[in-house]
Nanobody, 128 residues
Framework: QLQLVESGGGLVQPGGSLRLSCAVS????????IGWFRQAPGKEREGVSC????????NYVDSVKGRFTISRDNAKNTVYLQMNSLKSEDTAVYYC?????????????????????WGQGTQVTVSS
């Protein structure tokens, strides 16, 4: 059973930065596309960013482009989300999720559908 554990959340002032980590227990980690999602109170879960299994491509939701950067270290089975210039509207529980793609592929999608393995989430609060 694949397990994902997020860390790195916390309270930060507007304009600040945080780096989230997603540690994945999987023998074939590099055959999974990984996505970051978030859910604010009273809102639906939305895709924030994703990275392909090969690490060669990534996508971002428009609201975080230029501020967030996703990366992966296949040697450490870990995916990172560097979040800069944080805004109050970034406040949410952030989840990482894995989607099996079966090889080292390019391309990914920031959609909940197809991501079958989820972490427990980490709270990010942006407030002064």
């Amino acid at each position: 059973q694949l397990q994902l554990v997020e860390s790195g959340g916390g309270l930060v002032q507007p304009g600040g930065s945080l780096r989230l980590s997603c540690a994945v227990s999987a023998l074939t980690f590099d055959y999974y596309e990984i996505g970051w999602f978030r859910q604010a109170p009273g809102k639906e879960r939305e895709g924030v960013s994703c990275i392909s299994s090969s690490g060669r491509s990534s996508n971002y939701v428009d609201s975080v482009k230029g501020r967030f950067t996703i990366s992966r270290d296949n040697a450490k089975n870990t995916v990172y989300l560097q979040m800069n210039s944080l805004k109050s509207e970034d406040t949410a529980v952030y989840y990482c999720a894995a989607k099996w793609v079966g090889g080292l592929l390019s391309g990914c999608v920031t959609q909940v559908l197809g991501h079958n393995y989820w972490g427990q989430g980490t709270q990010v609060t942006v407030s002064s």
